[in-house]
């Protein structure tokens, strides 16, 4: 071994500069970096990674969750604020939450009765919401643990392998998430799986965004467009009824901008169904790849989210089930309508669904998605677009 005050300092040097996009003690240049975030009550250590890139935005992602628990980016004066809803601390993540920020999986939203079958075997689902199953279960994938590893530049790699049987669900699931932040202020979400039977599968990220920043007031006035002229209307207990409805005439037309609250207390049966929006939207796709699913603006700071993604469709969900008592970041409380959700996934129960688009993945294939959020601003008086 050799002794460390014989290394020459030019060398050091190096390997501390080279070592820059992992290592713990780097300072707040472009790249990756970590600390520990808490434990968790069975003794394990959470990390926190931190990515920034060259414009001074960051986003923090938790290996508890894979969630991301905070992302910065610039408002039209360049100044950087968080805008999406969470918890300072790991603690806040522990307790009943509404899935802030988290990774959702085997499989985001709902399947109904929290049953369904493949190749002609019935699997039984735990039922965490009324009669259904959401999110997962008991204990999805936003509660688990994930392996971490810092990739190059602002990214992290997130690892987790969801064992045969987990939550009721088949096959020994690997999936591998990679966050990535990049120059031109987009976070990046690539996700991919594998199994070795056959399953089913929908995986989505829960961030809750208002550009106004965390803990700013409702998100009524924010401006959105969303790429669909089809949705899936609900039940009561807001499972599809396997209807592809157009959008034409009602409050889910967002083809053309409309500010959130411009509509969402109209006397519509979908709408009253949910509290708000809660519904999936059948994006507009001619093949695959990336489509930009929905652009959203907030006047005041400027900021403007695209969502763009491989999936089919978009769960458009306006906090509706946020009621003031949950208080987060800074000690704000999260009212109703606080945040909104673009949950890009598969159609919800497409198990129990054979004409939506199949969530079925199975063994020698492999599933791949992506989402990016790309960040901008506009200046002040411009046309909504
Ligand atoms: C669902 C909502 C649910 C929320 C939090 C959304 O994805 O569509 O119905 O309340 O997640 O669980």
Not at 170 to 186: A, C, K, Q, R
């Amino acid at each position: 071994m050799i002794a460390r005050n014989l290394i020459p300092l030019a060398i050091l040097a190096a390997m501390v500069t080279m070592n820059c996009s992992s290592n713990k003690e780097a300072g707040p240049g472009p790249g990756t970096t970590s600390r520990v975030f808490g434990k968790t009550p069975a003794g394990e250590t959470v990390d926190l990674y931190t990515l920034r890139n060259a414009k001074g935005a960051e986003a923090d992602v938790s290996t508890y969750g894979g969630v991301l628990v905070s992302l910065k980016v610039p408002d039209r004066a360049g100044v950087a604020g968080d805008i999406v809803l969470g918890f300072d601390d790991l603690e806040g993540y522990l307790k009943p939450e509404p899935y802030f920020g988290a990774l959702i999986g085997r499989y985001g939203n709902r399947i109904a009765h929290g049953k369904f079958t493949l190749d002609g075997v019935k699997y039984t689902l735990a039922r965490n919401d009324g009669e259904n199953s959401l999110h997962g279960g008991n204990r999805g994938f936003d509660k688990v643990l994930w392996k971490a590893k810092a990739g190059s530049g602002a990214s992290v790699e997130l690892t987790y392998l969801s064992k045969d049987g987990e939550e009721g669900y088949p096959g020994n699931l690997s999936i591998t998430v990679v966050y990535t932040l990049t120059d031109d202020n987009e976070l990046k979400i690539d996700y991919t799986a594998t199994t070795d039977k056959d399953t089913v599968l929908n995986l989505t990220n829960h961030s809750y965004f208002n550009l106004a920043g965390q803990g700013e007031g409702d998100i009524l006035a924010h401006q959105v467009t969303i790429n669909a002229d089809r949705f899936t209307p609900v039940d009561k207990g807001l499972i599809p009824t396997g209807e592809l409805r157009s959008v034409e005439g009602t409050p889910f037309d967002f083809r053309q901008p409309h500010a959130i609250g411009e509509r969402i207390n109209a006397p519509d049966e979908q709408l009253k169904f949910a509290k708000g929006y809660d519904q999936n939207f059948v994006l507009n796709r001619s093949g695959d790849g990336l489509v930009l699913a929905a652009r959203v603006t907030e006047a005041k700071s400027g900021r403007v989210m695209e969502v763009l993604t491989t999936q089919p469709g978009l769960q458009f969900y306006t906090g509706n089930f946020l009621d003031g008592t949950i208080h987060g970041k800074g000690g704000r409380a999260y009212g109703p309508r606080s945040a909104f959700c673009m949950e890009t996934q598969h159609f919800p129960d497409s198990p129990n669904h054979p004409d939506f688009p199949t969530v079925v993945l199975k063994p020698g294939g492999q599933y791949r998605e992506t989402t990016t959020y790309r960040f901008s601003t506009e200046s002040a008086g411009s046309p909504a677009k």
